[in-house]
């Protein structure tokens, strides 16, 4: 079975959620109305790629669709992609949050939620801070996506004894991932990130948040054995590393028309990643001076943001994070190909290794 089919029954899972709590929001007040929209845009939107490798956790772990009375080919079972798809709710979370911390502008090729209800304010005219009130009502609708990811995970349709044990590693994973956007803020603030501590924000913020405990999710609601946890673990912290690297690499390089961000935005937000780290620890003092001197400028323009990708190219911080996410990517390939998975779970997650490090969004 390809991946695909799983982002089509996600997709469906998503908007049947969302659609019942419509009614919900709608009879306290048809004021609501723009929240419910802005989300439907944000959700409509993404790669899928949690709730995937959630469900190949899954089937990493030895469940199969006949064991809840699904038909292998044809339709998934509901329970297993309803608890899969309640990611992509956590995901519009953490997203709504991390554009206000950021101050960015833009979230898959649209206004980010804190600017499209700061416009929404300036267009009606209403008194006070449209900022202030872009943000707050931001802050509100990432903490109502965290609410309705708890409520869809436990609404999926598994009975309580597979829920129990996915119950853990979902609390895990909403705390780590809460940890990293600290230590991210912090190493911004700080101005001082270097390899080792910009990996480790990597490692608690995307590598364990995006690959590694969806894997395990899957795997504890299948009621895997702990030696396929254990693979996945191997499999998922390096590929979950390489992941967010390529992530970083394209918040510097990459093409708007496909990423959805502007150009040189991870600069203009003044991200310490690891691959700013490599360029700095690399760099000649006038290099390092320039680029510390514009990173983090909110006003950089275009050619601001050329001057600091070659400054990023010529150092060697470039070719140092491609080598690096060619390194864990093959790392998580050799534990993959060693794994106690079946051979339709290793394929797929050797396609999705392939999705998430050569991506271009």
Same mark, same amino acid.
């Given at each position: ?45 993404? %790669? ?9 956790? +899954? ?17 998934? *079972? ?35 939620? *804190? ?10 005219? +209403? ?20 609410? +309705? ?23 895990l994973m909403r705390t780590e991932v809460m940890c ?27 590598? %364990? ?6 894997? *395990? ?43 959805? %961000? ?100």
């Amino acid at each position: 079975m390809s991946t695909s089919p799983i982002r089509k029954e996600v997709d469906g899972a998503l908007l049947a959620f969302v659609d019942r709590q419509r009614p919900n929001l709608l009879a306290i007040s048809d004021e609501l109305a723009p929240l419910m929209a802005a989300l439907d845009a944000l959700l409509a939107e993404g %790669k899928r790629l949690r709730p995937a490798f959630c469900y190949w956790g +899954w089937r990493a772990a030895g469940a199969v669709e006949e064991d809840l009375g699904g038909t292998p080919g044809e339709r998934l *079972h509901e329970g297993i992609v309803n608890a899969a798809a309640s990611l992509e709710l956590l995901q519009a979370s953490a997203l709504i949050h991390d554009d206000v911390m950021d101050s960015s502008d833009t979230r898959r090729g649209q206004p980010s939620m *804190h600017r499209r209800f700061e416009a929404l304010h300036r267009a009606q005219g +209403w008194p006070g801070p449209a900022r202030a009130f872009g943000e707050g009502t931001a802050i509100l609708l990432g903490d109502l996506c965290l609410a +309705w990811s708890g409520e869809m995970f436990e609404t999926c349709g598994l009975d309580e004894e597979r829920r129990g044990r996915g119950r853990a590693v979902y609390d895990l994973m909403r705390t780590e991932v809460m940890c990293g956007q600290y230590l991210d803020m912090l190493e911004g603030t700080r101005g001082e990130a270097t390899v080792d501590t910009a990996l480790r924000v990597v490692e608690f913020k995307s590598a %364990k948040y995006t690959i590694e405990r969806p894997l *395990h999710l899957g795997a504890a609601l299948a009621g895997g054995p702990p030696e396929a946890t254990a693979a996945l673990t191997g499999y998922g912290v390096p590929l979950g590393i390489a992941f967010q690297l390529r992530d970083d690499v394209l918040g510097v390089f990459g093409d708007p028309a496909e990423t959805g %961000k502007p150009a040189g935005d991870d600069l203009r937000e003044g991200k310490r990643t690891v691959l700013v780290a490599l360029s700095l620890e690399r760099a000649t003092p006038a290099q390092a001076a320039a680029l510390q001197r514009r990173l983090g400028d909110p006003g950089l323009d275009l050619p601001g943001v050329d001057e600091l990708r070659q400054i990023i190219t010529d150092t060697g911080g470039l070719a140092a994070c491609e080598a690096m996410i060619a390194r864990y990517t093959g790392d998580a390939e050799r534990v993959l190909a060693a794994a106690p998975f079946p051979e339709e779970a290793r394929d797929a997650l050797n396609a999705l290794a392939v999705a998430a490090t050569t991506r271009r969004t």
